[in-house]
């Protein structure tokens, strides 16, 4: 292993892959469940990145209203239903996979840190043919902590044998950018993820509005990664 190759961690939702088809059919399948009408998928974008219980608070908010005992009862349906159903619609973002592949040329290790329970990341990533390509996958519940805490990112780096130092983090919210600033990785935010405020005011280092921009944006952010 060398010591000292680059290492990128992703976010995985809304970042990476465009999961909110399926998340919204999850969202709808819990509220049919409860009796609630159905929320527009579209609404469902700007509900996801901090773990499946906010996300379903938000959709119960939105129709009218829930309280914990409805989201203990709710969460498991939705990851249930999830679970099942976690690629069948999720796609990943245009010239993602293009740019893991020239992030690997170069000679980067990849690893994913979402806020998504890590089984279902696992399933996902292996559902879109992903499953050789980074080197730690980390869940919500893989540790007693999550973004935005710094320590989610930091242990993901200690299992793809990273180096702080020598590391950037991809995203698409405030818990990224929050979870990268504290430790003390340089963060870039796609422009088109599930962030619900302008991902422009989070105050990363750069931000894209397509992958293609990606390599460029980090060799231009974080010189120091590929010298
Ligand atoms: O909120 C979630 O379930 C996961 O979101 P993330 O992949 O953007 O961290
Ligand atoms: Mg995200």
Redesign the pocket.
Known sequence: MNPTAPSIVF?????LVDTAPDLAAAMNHVLAHFGRAPVDPEAVRHM?????R??LERGLALTGGGDEAMLDAGVPVFLEFYGANVCVGSRPWEGVEASLAALADAGARLAIC???PERLAVDLIHALGWGDLFDAILG?DSLPVR?PDPAHVLETLARMGGDPARAAFV???R??VEASRAAGVPVVLTSFG?SDVPPDTLGADAMIDHFDALVPTLRRVAPALFA
């Open positions: 976010d995985l939702d809304g970042t996801v990145g901090h773990g499946a906010r996300t979402t806020n998504k919500g973004k995203g698409d919210s818990p990224d599930y």
